[in-house]
């Protein structure tokens, strides 16, 4: 496709259970960004990747949280042993290549959005 | 610490006039500023930004003015339709420091929005 493609786009859990969330960036993209909204939040930075690395994991809530992007496309977003203010939407957003002088704009996707019971 | 700041949370609007959302910033390190547009169970779409070494730009309906001495950003939609209906926000980017370059993070930071409602 043409955008950003997230999947799930929903997904009900139980607390404890891990749960993997899928972000498909346009191609040629190769910044890739995932962010949090929660009920009435704004959007909340968990992480960054130029490629396949990732130079910001500042974001990321809980060491129960990870991220991996291979080949310079997919990513997925896994948050371990989930807990109930897990629950959000998780957006993924891709950019080509920022740099000085260059002012990317992000793309996102529609978003997976996480309900832990 | 909230470095991108929308104080209002709705604003109500007749349609045809003018729409003016607001934003301001603490960290005069942003070196570029977007503002993106939210409807219901979609994600952001991208509206319009603004280097940090321009002060207006504009597309259609959309002008986004840049105060930098303020630390203030605003959007301004002309004539406000209902279509426009939605969440705004704001966002600014933080580019890494100079030795960073080759590695560093382009972080985009977010205000939490306001509600856009442009009445008929």
């Known amino acids: ?117 | 610490d909230q470095q991108v700041k929308q104080n209002s949370p709705s604003l109500s609007v007749q349609e045809g006039r003018i729409s003016i959302l607001n934003c301001d910033y603490t960290n005069s390190m942003f070196d570029y500023f977007l503002w993106y547009k939210k409807y219901p169970a979609e994600g952001p779409t991208f509206l319009i930004s603004i280097s940090s070494i321009k002060d207006k730009n504009e597309d259609g309906r959309f002008t986004v003015f840049l105060n930098k001495s303020a630390k203030h950003l605003s959007l301004h939609i002309v004539p406000s339709q209902p279509g426009d209906s939605a969440v705004y926000f704001c966002a600014a980017r933080q580019a890494p420091v100079e030795w960073e370059t080759t590695s560093g993070t382009y972080k985009y930071i977010f205000g939490t929005g306001t509600r856009l409602k442009v009445l008929a």
């Open chain 1, 1 to 117: 496709g043409a955008g950003v493609s997230q999947s799930p786009s929903n997904k009900v859990t139980e607390k404890g259970k891990d749960v993997e969330l899928r972000c498909d960036p346009i191609s040629g993209h190769t910044a890739l960004y995932w962010y949090r909204q929660s009920l009435g939040q704004g959007l909340e930075f968990l992480i960054y990747f130029q490629g396949n690395s990732a130079p910001d994991k500042s974001g990321l809530p809980s060491d129960r949280f990870s991220a991996e992007r291979t080949g310079g496309s997919v990513s997925t977003l896994t948050i371990q042993r989930t807990q109930q203010e897990d629950s959000a939407v998780y957006l993924c957003a891709s950019s080509l290549q920022q740099g000085r002088g260059m002012g990317g704009e992000l793309f996102f996707g529609e978003g997976s959005r996480l309900t832990v019971l």
